[in-house]
């Protein structure tokens, strides 16, 4: 079941603006992912947050989370064209024991238009 | 990252007919597989939980009978849509559990006619 929701659901921007993305939740976490799916594709990992982090980078990704509001955001800058995705977040609850059990977020998709 | 190889990518079956999906570990050995199922412009949904040498775990509101899960090995797990109708045409995607993050194949897209 799905327990996150994602805001925006969709996301129209032009190349090198910033996106930002935002996330919430329903229970405890161990941590949390956020995964990119092209259309039709596979989903592929971005970046990973632990409950006890903060915020985080990866190149031109920032992640923060929020423990105390159940909320992340995920912030993309100086968008390119190639960006165009959906984006997930997804949590790891410690009530689903050592599986990898993700629970996804609705998801937002971006467009990044040239 | 790890890979996981999923196939096929398309299939088209006839309703009633049996369509079988499978999902390979490639460089690592997955004790514990995903398969999900994912609307058009919607979040994944996860069907069952996939456990090597047991039988699988279903989510609430999955037929078992409807969607059989093998895994009979640590690198294979197959999913069998038993006598697909159209209502099941959808994309699955099956992931192998890494130590932090999944691993995802690249998607099967059915569509039952």
């Known amino acids: 079941s799905q327990q996150g929701e994602e805001d925006p659901q969709a996301l129209s921007i032009q190349e090198g603006e910033n996106a930002t993305m935002n996330c919430s939740y329903k229970t405890s976490i161990n941590n949390l992912q956020w995964y990119r799916q092209n259309s039709g594709r596979g989903l592929v990992h971005l970046i990973l947050?632990?409950?006890?982090?903060r915020e985080k980078h990866s190149g031109r990704l920032r992640v923060t989370l929020d423990t105390s509001k159940k909320s992340s955001s995920l912030l993309i800058t100086a968008s390119r064209a190639a960006d165009t995705a959906s984006y997930f977040c997804?949590?790891?609850?410690?009530?689903?024991?050592?599986?990898?059990?993700?629970?996804f977020g609705a998801g937002t998709r971006l467009a990044v238009h040239p | 990252g790890a890979v996981v190889s999923q196939h096929p990518s398309r299939v088209i079956c006839k309703s009633g007919t049996s369509v079988k999906i499978e999902c390979r570990s490639l460089?690592?050995?997955?004790?514990?597989m995903f398969w999900y199922r994912q609307f058009p412009k919607q979040s994944l949904m996860l069907m069952a939980t996939?456990?090597?040498?047991?039988?699988?775990?279903?989510e609430q509101g999955v037929e078992k009978d409807k969607f059989l899960i093998n895994h009979a090995s640590l690198t294979l797990s197959t999913l069998t849509v038993t006598s697909a109708h159209p209502e099941d045409s959808s994309f699955y995607i099956c992931?192998?559990?890494?130590?932090?993050?999944?691993?995802f194949g690249q998607g099967t897209r059915l569509t039952v006619v």
């Open positions: 992931s192998g559990d890494g130590n932090t993050e999944a691993f």
């Open positions: 460089d690592f050995q997955a004790t514990t």
């Open positions: 947050i632990r409950s006890n982090e």
């Open positions: 997804a949590t790891k609850s410690p009530l689903t024991g050592g599986y990898n059990k993700l629970i």
């Open positions: 996939s456990n090597e040498g047991s039988k699988a775990t279903y």
